[in-house]
Structures are given as structure tokens and as C-alpha cells.
């Protein structure tokens, strides 16, 4: 790939700290599913806590540490508050990750049939 080149991916790159800050970021099942969530567009945190199935507080919580983190920005509306993803890269690494889990399952993982069939992964 030749943004791996372009961003200088090497053993000694400046960012690799600053990339395992991110996947601690992102050890946590709700934070996955809140990416997952907004991968689509922009949703208050009420939607949001509806769909991971979990309180307004707590999701209020991870959004504040994702958005410290800058993997998710705010739009108010009234006294509303919508999130959306910052870039497209948290939502890659959720999905490459999600195809990397879908091979400990051993067989030929579903996100290869859709490549197969010419779909997206």
C-alpha cells in the first residue's frame, strides 16, 4: 500500500506509541460498538446508548474518551449533541479487526465470500 510508505511505516516511526495509545483506545467492546454505530453518520448519544444497549451515562463516558482521542467529533443542536467519526481510520481499524477475528474461527471467513462474490468486505 503506498500510504504505508507515504506515513513512513517503519520499527522505528515516531507514531507507534502514539498507535498502541490507540488500540488501548479501543480494548473496549462498547467504544467497538460505538464505532460500529456511527459508521453510517452522525447520532446523539441517546441513539447512540439505545443502540449499544447501554446507559446515557456510560456512553457519554466513552464518547468523551474517544473524542479526547480525537476519534470522534461533536455537532451541538440545541441542547443536543451528535457525534460522528473524526476520520475513516477508526472505522478500518474496527472493521480489520473484526476480519481478524473472524478467522480465529477458523474456515474461510465471510468477509472472503464477499470479496469472492466481487461485494465489499
Do not use: W
Not at 90 to 110: K, N, Y
Amino acid at each position: 500500500m503506498n500510504a504505508d510508505k507515504a506515513c513512513r511505516l517503519s520499527v522505528d516511526s515516531e507514531y507507534v506509541e502514539l498507535a498502541v495509545e490507540v488500540f488501548a483506545m479501543l480494548a473496549e467492546a462498547t467504544r467497538v460498538r460505538l464505532i460500529l454505530a456511527l459508521r453510517d453518520g452522525e447520532m446523539s448519544v441517546n441513539e447512540l446508548a439505545e443502540t449499544v444497549a447501554k446507559p446515557q451515562s456510560a456512553v457519554s463516558q466513552h464518547l468523551a474518551k474517544m473524542r479526547m482521542a480525537r476519534m470522534v467529533s461533536t455537532r451541538h443542536e440545541g441542547t443536543r449533541v451528535f457525534y460522528r467519526l473524526e476520520n475513516e481510520h477508526a472505522r478500518q481499524l474496527v472493521a480489520d479487526a473484526i476480519f481478524q477475528a473472524e478467522h480465529t474461527l477458523g474456515g474461510t471467513p465471510r468477509h472472503h465470500h464477499a470479496q469472492a462474490e466481487g461485494g465489499a468486505a
